[in-house]
């Protein structure tokens, strides 16, 4: 697949001294959905604001669609749509002057199809003529994401776009985010929130401390870090496990009733046919069998923490 965005040795350090980026290389492909997972100062809004021209870069450099983003800053801005972390709206303006005025200043010629469009798809048409003082925070956000689609971006940035919204309000929006993939749009959103990369993400960048820990496909990452748990519970109580089932990563829990194996979830499932084999030939009969398949959170928290250490 064909790369929109080429990231490579970029480094930020602000003016106190203080390194918000190192030496960060990431190649983002065209019409994917990528997350930024990491915590509260990681470095997502530096990376977000040195791709869209905001911030200035200490060092290595950014392509966007195969242009420099600081010596062809206005080609690379007008491909790129930002939905900034903050709402910043004029409160008196109403909602089709907002997204019209937006398209307006990337010097592109009115297109009121175009725009109805978008505010039909976010469905923002009915509150075209409300004034953004009188809508929702949920409105207002689409509002930003309407915005930001203006100027018919290839890509579209979007800066914790469910921070503080509700549970609704939230699958909402990532039905909105998928829905602008199935027209092609590229997007990179950033999160802190691990169920929203799990949720809407192709690939998820974990990143932490200005440094990429991971880069990968989310199933792939979850199959090659998840691990899973097979929970045995058997007929009676037992106080030792059978011989040929100690020292592998099979525990006795639930008061010698539950046989608990832990494995990597990549493994084949032959060792989970021996381990039922080996209490079926000690005369142990199995009530029931439930697997626990380890989730991205346990695997960020894991990721960030050992990196904090
Ligand atoms: N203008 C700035 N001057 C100095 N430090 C900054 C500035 N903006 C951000 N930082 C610092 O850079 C780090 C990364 O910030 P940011 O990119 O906003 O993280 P995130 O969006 O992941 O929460 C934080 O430690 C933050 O305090
Ligand atoms: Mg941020």
């Given at each position: 697949m064909a790369s929109i965005i080429d990231i490579q040795h970029l480094t930020k350090k602000y003016a106190d001294g203080h390194l918000a980026l190192d030496n960060i290389s990431v190649r983002i492909d065209e019409g994917e959905i990528i997350a930024l997972l990491g915590p509260n100062g990681a470095g997502k809004t530096t990376l977000i604001s040195i791709i869209c021209g905001l911030t200035v870069i200490s060092g290595g450099?950014?392509?966007?669609?195969?242009?420099?983003?600081?010596?062809?800053?206005?080609?690379?801005?007008?491909?790129?749509g930002l939905?900034?972390?903050?709402?910043?709206?004029?409160?008196?303006?109403?909602?089709?002057?907002?997204?019209?005025?937006?398209r307006g200043l990337f010097g592109l010629k009115a297109d009121p199809a175009y725009v109805e469009k978008i505010l039909r798809q976010l469905s923002l048409w009915t509150k075209r003529n409300n004034q953004i003082r009188e809508l929702s925070g949920g409105m207002k956000r689409r509002v930003l994401i309407a915005k930001?689609?203006?100027?018919?971006?290839?890509?579209?940035?979007?800066?914790?776009p469910t921070a503080g919204v509700?549970?609704?309000?939230?699958?909402?929006?990532?039905?909105?985010?998928?829905?602008?993939?199935?027209?092609?749009?590229?997007?990179?959103?950033?999160?802190?929130?691990?169920?929203?990369?799990?949720?809407?993400?192709?690939?998820?960048?974990?990143?932490?401390?200005?440094?990429?820990?991971?880069?990968?496909?989310?199933?792939?990452?979850?199959?090659?870090?998840?691990?899973?748990?097979?929970w045995i519970d058997i007929d009676r109580a037992i106080t030792e496990l059978p011989i040929k089932l100690r020292g592998s990563g099979i525990e006795l829990e639930n008061h010698g009733t539950r046989v608990v194996y832990k494995y990597d979830a990549a493994k084949t499932q032959g060792d989970v046919s021996s381990v039922l084999a080996v209490l079926r030939e000690e005369g142990i009969a199995i009530l029931d069998l439930q697997t626990y398949q380890s989730s991205l959170e346990d695997i960020f928290v894991g990721l960030v923490n050992e990196e904090t250490m």
């Open positions: 450099s950014v392509q966007v669609d195969g242009c420099d983003v600081v010596s062809e800053y206005r080609r690379t801005r007008s491909i790129i939905v900034p972390q903050e709402l910043m709206l004029e409160p008196f303006e109403t909602v089709l002057g907002t997204v019209k005025l937006s930001a689609l203006s100027h018919e971006p290839k890509v579209l940035f979007l800066d914790e509700d549970v609704d309000m939230r699958r909402e929006t990532w039905k909105v985010i998928k829905s602008l993939k199935q027209r092609g749009v590229t997007i990179v959103l950033t999160t802190h929130y691990i169920e929203e990369a799990e949720e809407i993400a192709d690939r998820i960048a974990v990143i932490n401390n200005g440094k990429i820990l991971l880069i990968e496909e989310k199933y792939e990452l979850m199959k090659r870090l998840g691990k899973k748990q097979l």
